[in-house]
């Protein structure tokens, strides 16, 4: 019945091309060469006899026969991979994208709360502040996005709205009682799409300081949040940080709210699937884990 199909390897080699719109890329992702990928689809395209892309100078471009053959190719694979998950629990290792910080702060620290609930699923986090196209991309399960979440024919599910406060070790706090004589330690985001969450912005929203007085605060910055957070640990300064990543900090003593501190809301975090991956056991698993363990944050 089906003898007159391709081979399943070329199918699936076509498939990352097709989302990759790169030999190249779509050689890193299958763990070959671009050069075997090329071999590969000029043989599926004797076979079937047309072009699946056009072939330009820095780029390839599916043709009509490529765009409906990528369509069928997706969903077959995406159903076959489902199934197969389902049947040989081969699917039980999750690769979650997320930043640095939030990976480092919050959802390492909770893993083993994971475990103990899914013995079945082995967690791989991948960190960076380049988002992951999940839509490309297929080593990617999950990723969790800080601030504005906008990925085109993504699933995006808010987590949780952060809290920003004033942090700081209790010796810190006795020896600098006065704001004025604090090291004041902010994050300057990487991300330029990201609302900047600045010492500044959090005097004028409470009105503490002029434009005037705020120039003679020592301000200082760095641009990852954990190491905000590691610089107040180490008693450098008061942090202005996200509650939701210093819970571990708090809950030791090793950090405490500055008694002034009025906290503010910042972004969010969410949760974003492919909808290759959103029916898959392993990320229900995940999604209602996070979610049950963020209800009580």
Same mark, same amino acid.
């Given at each position: 019945?089906?003898?007159?199909?391709?081979?399943?390897?070329?199918?699936?080699?076509?498939?990352?091309?097709?989302?990759?719109?790169? $030999?190249?890329?779509?050689?890193?992702?299958?763990?070959?060469?671009?050069?075997?990928?090329?071999?590969?689809?000029?043989?599926?395209?004797?076979?079937?006899?047309?072009?699946? $892309?056009?072939?330009? =100078?820095?780029?390839?471009?599916? =043709?009509?026969?490529?765009? @409906?053959?990528?369509?069928?190719?997706?969903?077959?694979?995406?159903?076959?991979?489902?199934?197969?998950?389902?049947?040989?629990?081969?699917?039980?290792?999750?690769?979650?994208?997320?930043?640095?910080?939030?990976?480092?702060?919050?959802?390492?620290?909770?893993?083993?709360?994971?475990?103990?609930?899914?013995?079945?699923?082995?967690?791989?986090? @991948?960190?960076?502040?380049?988002?992951?196209?999940?839509?490309?991309?297929?080593?990617?399960?999950?990723? &969790?996005?800080?601030?504005?979440?906008? =990925?085109?024919?993504?699933?995006?599910?808010?987590?949780?709205?952060?809290?920003?406060? !004033?942090?700081?070790?209790?010796?810190?706090?006795?020896?600098?009682?006065?704001?004025?004589?604090?090291?004041? &330690?902010?994050?300057?985001?990487?991300?330029?799409?990201?609302?900047? &969450?600045?010492?500044?912005?959090?005097?004028? +929203?409470?009105?503490?300081?002029?434009? #005037?007085?705020?120039?003679?605060?020592?301000?200082?910055?760095?641009?990852?949040?954990? +190491?905000?957070?590691?610089?107040?640990?180490?008693?450098?300064?008061?942090?202005?940080?996200?509650?939701?990543?210093?819970?571990?900090?708090?809950?030791?003593?090793?950090?405490? @709210?500055?008694?002034?501190?009025? !906290?503010?809301?910042?972004? /969010?975090?969410? !949760?974003? =699937? /492919?909808?290759?991956?959103? #029916? /898959?056991?392993?990320?229900?698993? $995940?999604?209602?884990?996070?979610?049950?363990?963020?209800?009580?944050?």
């Amino acid at each position: 019945m089906f003898s007159h199909l391709p081979a399943l390897n070329a199918i699936r080699v076509f498939d990352a091309a097709a989302r990759q719109l790169s $030999f190249k890329l779509a050689a890193m992702e299958l763990n070959v060469t671009a050069t075997a990928v090329s071999h590969q689809i000029r043989a599926l395209e004797d076979k079937l006899g047309c072009l699946l $892309f056009e072939r330009k =100078t820095r780029a390839i471009h599916l =043709t009509p026969e490529g765009e @409906k053959l990528a369509v069928a190719a997706y969903h077959s694979l995406e159903q076959l991979a489902l199934v197969i998950d389902e049947i040989t629990n081969q699917g039980s290792v999750l690769t979650v994208s997320t930043t640095s910080s939030f990976a480092a702060q919050w959802l390492v620290p909770k893993l083993e709360d994971f475990h103990q609930r899914y013995h079945d699923i082995q967690v791989v986090v @991948k960190t960076g502040e380049v988002l992951d196209d999940l839509l490309k991309d297929r080593r990617v399960d999950v990723a &969790i996005r800080y601030g504005q979440g906008d =990925t085109e024919q993504a699933h995006i599910k808010t987590l949780i709205t952060e809290r920003i406060g !004033m942090f700081a070790t209790k010796d810190y706090l006795q020896r600098h009682p006065k704001l004025e004589e604090a090291t004041l &330690i902010e994050t300057t985001w990487k991300n330029p799409h990201l609302q900047p &969450i600045t010492w500044q912005g959090y005097f004028q +929203h409470q009105q503490q300081y002029a434009e #005037s007085s705020y120039d003679a605060l020592n301000v200082i910055a760095f641009d990852q949040e954990q +190491h905000v957070i590691q610089a107040a640990l180490a008693g450098q300064g008061l942090a202005l940080v996200s509650e939701l990543l210093i819970q571990t900090a708090l809950a030791q003593g090793w950090l405490v @709210k500055h008694p002034q501190g009025e !906290m503010l809301t910042g972004l /969010s975090y969410s !949760m974003v =699937t /492919s909808p290759h991956n959103q #029916s /898959s056991y392993k990320v229900r698993c $995940f999604q209602q884990w996070l979610s049950d363990v963020l209800a009580v944050e």
